[in-house]
């Protein structure tokens, strides 16, 4: 059974249309993170909520922003996507200092 | 960011040989985690170690959590085509992972 769903897998957007992008998880974990990964590099982490709490990166861009309006679910949104964004988002949980579990990711293009 | 370093960058392989890559860090981690990624998905969890000198199994997978925790190793035996992907070691000490520059896997029959 799937325990961290994202949606949707592909999506398609135009240079400057807002995005967003949703993660939902059956872990009950207090942990969501929301990871950047272009063309076989590492994820890289953008931000993460610990229950309610919101944790940004140093280096992410103003553009990216998230929401999680309960512990099921998580939102990222990408205000202005640019060509640069394109690149597969992974959605994780975990609970307090446990292991991270990955969604299946979506892929975005822009066009 | 931070990143761990993983050898071998990549690795061409013929079916039914072992594979050995490792991860080493200049820093201390409470947890190493293994993950396997396949295209177009999200990295699964393989391994996890929590123990300094931990020697962990998983199937045809067997993976250690060095001494000094600085460093682990991933063996796989016997590959087989399935195992072609991109393997990612973590480190762990508070919430966030940090991640080794990942070691893509080729399986030729």
């Known amino acids: 059974d799937a325990m961290v769903i994202q949606n949707p897998r592909y999506q398609v957007t135009q240079f400057g249309k807002p995005v967003t992008l949703s993660c939902s998880q059956t872990?009950?974990?207090?942990?969501m993170y929301w990871y950047q990964q272009k063309s076989s590099q590492a994820p890289k982490l953008l931000f993460h909520?610990?229950?309610?709490?919101?944790?940004n990166e140093a280096d992410t861009p103003d553009n990216f922003q998230s929401r999680r309006p309960n512990t099921s679910f998580c939102f990222l949104d990408i205000r202005s996507p640019g060509l640069g964004d394109a690149a597969m988002y992974l959605c994780?949980?975990?609970?307090?200092?446990?292991?991270?579990?990955f969604g299946p990711g979506t892929r975005l293009l822009v066009l | 960011g931070q990143q761990l370093n993983q050898s071998p960058q990549s690795m061409f392989i013929q079916e039914g040989e072992d594979v050995s890559m490792n991860c080493t860090s200049s820093?201390?981690?409470?947890?190493w985690l293994w993950y396997k990624q396949d295209p177009g998905e999200g990295p699964v969890l393989l391994i996890a170690?929590?123990?300094?000198?931990e020697l962990t199994s998983n199937g045809r997978l067997t993976a250690q959590f060095g001494i000094t925790r600085k460093d682990s190793f991933l063996n796989i035996s016997a590959s087989i085509p399935s195992d072609v992907g991109i393997y990612f070691c973590?480190?762990?000490?508070?919430?966030?992972?940090?991640f080794g520059t990942g070691t893509r896997l080729q399986v030729f029959p």
């Open positions: 994780a949980t975990s609970g307090l200092e446990e292991t991270q579990y």
């Open positions: 973590a480190g762990r000490n508070t919430d966030k992972l940090i």
């Open positions: 820093s201390i981690f409470n947890t």
């Open positions: 909520y610990y229950d309610k709490d919101f944790n």
């Open positions: 872990l009950n974990h207090n942990v």
């Open positions: 170690l929590y123990k300094a000198g």
